[in-house]
């Protein structure tokens, strides 16, 4: 016998004592007028008590936090299950909300890569790694015993002058060898440097041979290095040389990370965000071609009548003032005047005042002023506009442009400069679901870091799995959420 849902005496709302019997595991479609109780039955009703019962099975600490359900008003429902509803509603119309926010898979990215991500530096691309003393001894053991060592501290780095008192500072110090630019001297020999070229110094600390009786002198003469060159040390082995550091900077240009947290890979925070376009990836910009629609008109033919400019006394004023002073005429078509002319009329005279003169009939006045000119004014109304009909109207004159700082990328350079596996986070949830999911299987990471992501990649690639599922592979995560159709978005929904 096939299983059913049976409802008995459904009275919610306009239904009047009704008595259904549904087939389950079915598409079934409620049809009839409009308020004849199509959405009382199914939503008011049937899901209701689905929703209710599930609730139920909770524990009472949980039932705290997501309150009471009502129960509908009907005598019984047997056979039904815990539901879940899927109403006519895009995701969001907030422009920082993404797929990757709204399915919280970002948050898990942002987790990945605050834990195993590989900084670099902003400036030259140098992979910044930072290790503590036993992390140097241990990688330093990692070659064939007997091989030769020197320990030296970089000190001063590609950079001009004669370096006297810091070089006397060393040989009084008890330091006997120092490396500069490449050559091994010791402090008898005469050392004189050209101020106008520049060098790179490294105090020799210590030399010996790589054995297990020289592990505990190996770490006081790393420890030494890291001392006098701000946590860097160079370990020649047999001629190979080797830059290590105690601090996540770079080695060549000095540039620091501060922690590496979540929120530096969040656009909304001020930690994470671009700092040009606060996180959004875009900017609202006025199009001159906006305000000057029909080049063949002149001022007074009215060729900037943009809200707020055009035929009014006020508009004639500034236009007058600016004519007088820039030498053009009012009845000169636009695309005959000059760039100078131009410039001013859209972004103003620079701080520079113009006579103005004010006939309004009963009164009249005379008085020099600046002009902030017409786009500027446009944005500074935008800025200060306190209704969404005044910011509605200045928008016609506007168009959406990509950030220049970042791109489109919404995140600032810090961020981008974290990396796992070559791609930084962006680059990352940039890929469509299906190939995200295939560059994750396909990722190499270390034995400590596979340790630490275990659960984070798990949770993600559950995820990922769950957009696939409902047919959402396309999609990428830093897909904007107010530019999904209803049902990319009611499956989003399903998904998370």
């Not at 919610?12 to 389950?24: F, G, S, W």
């Not at 786009?375 to 950030?403: D, F, G, H, Q, W």
């Amino acid at each position: 016998m096939e299983e059913k849902i049976i409802v008995h005496g459904a009275k919610e709302n306009n239904l009047k004592n009704i008595d259904v019997e549904l087939p389950r595991n079915k598409l079934i479609v409620f049809t009839g007028l409009s308020g004849s109780g199509k959405s009382s039955l199914a939503f008011d009703t049937i899901f209701a008590e689905g929703q209710r019962r599930y609730m139920e099975s909770l524990s009472s600490y949980a039932r705290m936090f997501l309150g009471q359900m009502q129960k509908p008003d009907v005598e019984k429902i047997e056979g039904l299950s815990p539901a879940i509803a899927i109403n006519q509603k895009t995701t969001s119309n907030n422009p920082r909300s993404t797929v990757g926010t709204i399915t919280e898979i970002y948050d898990y990215f942002r987790l990945l890569f605050a834990n195993v991500g590989t900084p670099t530096c902003v400036n030259c691309g140098t992979e910044i790694q930072s290790y503590s003393i036993d992390q140097i001894v241990s990688r330093v053991f990692d070659h064939t015993p007997g091989a030769k060592v020197i320990i030296m501290a970089p000190t001063v780095r590609g950079r001009k002058g004669e370096y006297v008192k810091l070089l006397e500072g060393y040989k009084k110090s008890g330091f006997v060898r120092v490396e500069i630019d490449g050559v091994i001297h010791t402090f008898d020999d005469e050392l004189v440097l050209d101020k106008n070229k520049k060098h790179t110094i490294s105090v020799v600390v210590d030399r010996l041979v790589l054995k297990d009786e020289n592990k505990s002198r190996l770490t006081e003469s790393i420890e030494t290095a890291t001392k006098l060159a701000d946590g860097l040390v160079v370990v020649n082995i047999d001629g190979d040389r080797h830059l290590f550091s105690t601090v996540a900077s770079c080695p060549d240009c000095g540039f620091a990370f501060e922690e590496i947290s979540p929120r530096l890979f969040s656009f909304n925070t001020p930690q994470g965000a671009c700092p040009s376009c606060t996180g959004v990836g875009f900017r609202q910009e006025i199009d001159e071609n906006q305000i000057i629609q029909n080049p063949e008109l002149s001022i007074n033919d009215g060729v900037i009548s943009v809200w707020g400019w055009g035929d009014g006394k006020m508009s004639k004023m500034f236009f007058e003032g600016l004519s007088k002073k820039y030498k053009f005429s009012m009845n000169t078509p636009w695309k005959d005047l000059s760039d100078e002319a131009k410039r001013v009329i859209l972004y103003g005279t620079n701080g520079e005042k113009i006579d103005l003169k004010f006939d309004g009939g009963d009164f009249h006045t005379e008085y020099k002023s600046r002009f902030e000119g017409v786009i500027n004014n446009l944005y500074r109304r935008y800025r200060e506009a306190t209704s969404e009909m005044a910011k509605t109207e200045l928008e016609k004159y506007m168009v959406v442009k990509p950030c220049e700082t970042c791109g489109g990328k919404r995140l600032n350079n810090k961020a981008l400069a974290v990396k796992i596996g070559g791609l930084n986070i962006y680059e990352v949830c940039d890929m469509s679901v299906d190939k995200l999911l295939l560059w994750l299987n396909a990722l190499k990471l270390t034995r400590m870091q596979e340790k630490i992501a275990e659960h984070i990649l798990k949770e993600i690639r559950n995820r990922l799995k769950f957009l696939q599922d409902v047919g959402l592979g396309y999609l990428t995560l830093m897909r904007f959420a107010n530019t999904l159709s209803g049902g990319e978005s009611q499956r989003i929904r399903l998904a998370t």
